[in-house]
T-cell receptor, first 113, second 113 residues
């Protein structure tokens, strides 16, 4: 079974630029999560999708962050414009549904300079 | 709101000794509890979960965890630590209602030869 795929692995951008991350979850997984992990901290949920609908985006900074999951499969997370404090690893995860383990991609390390 | 506490930033243990990494949680309703491990520059890897049933659950790499409802705890244990167990460990919780998977801040385990 293929794992969760994320790209790119690394990205360096200047502040005020825009950036997009892509995630392909495990086939058949209805739930998809995007997390932000700042160095030395636990993952912080940004958004949770169930198929192509949003379950929770209460911690997504909507003035600069957006996410979509068209057709309930792949997802993209966008930041526009980026700030220095957005430097973090962005993790995508998926699971079949409630009570099942979430599986994570390797993440995208974003550095904003 | 649900939350997870990992009271120790760092746990040091000698190789061959038993290890415990602590986790307490707060949720409304019955919890679904998970442990993940993160190696440097890698995504999170699922170790084990508690959904229902026996309070002692066994997972990957010889790890186990004990669910204690009265103490709202889910401590991770291993009878004999290996140097290769050195990593960052995260406890996470959600519920039957498919609430977001919320993580603790993590505990760094260092196993010394």
């Amino acid at each position: 079974e293929a794992g969760v795929a994320q790209s790119p692995r690394y990205k360096i951008i200047e502040k005020r630029q825009s950036v997009a991350f892509w995630c392909n979850p495990i086939s058949g997984h209805a739930t998809l999560y995007w997390y932000q992990q700042i160095l030395g901290q636990g993952p912080k949920l940004l958004i949770q999708f169930q198929n192509n609908g949003v379950v929770d985006d209460s911690q997504l900074p909507k003035d600069r962050f957006s996410a979509e999951r068209l057709k309930g499969v792949d997802s993209t997370l966008k930041i526009q414009p980026a700030k220095l404090e957005d430097s973090a690893v962005y993790l995508c995860a998926s699971n079949r549904g409630t009570g099942t383990a979430a599986f994570f991609g390797q993440g995208t390390r974003l550095t904003v300079v | 709101a649900q939350s997870v506490a990992q009271p120790e930033d760092q746990v040091n243990v000698a190789e061959g000794n038993p290890l415990t990494v602590k986790c307490t949680y707060s949720v409304s309703g019955n919890p679904y509890l998970f442990w993940y491990v993160q190696y440097p520059n890698r995504g999170l890897q699922f170790l084990l979960k508690y959904i229902t049933g026996d309070n002692l659950v066994k997972g990957s790499y010889g790890f186990e965890a004990e669910f204690n409802k009265s103490q709202t705890s889910f401590h991770l244990k291993k009878p004999s630590a290996l140097v290769s167990d050195s990593a960052l460990y995260f406890c996470a919780v959600n519920t039957r209602a498919n609430t977001p998977l919320v993580f603790g801040k993590g505990t760094r385990l260092s196993v010394i030869a």
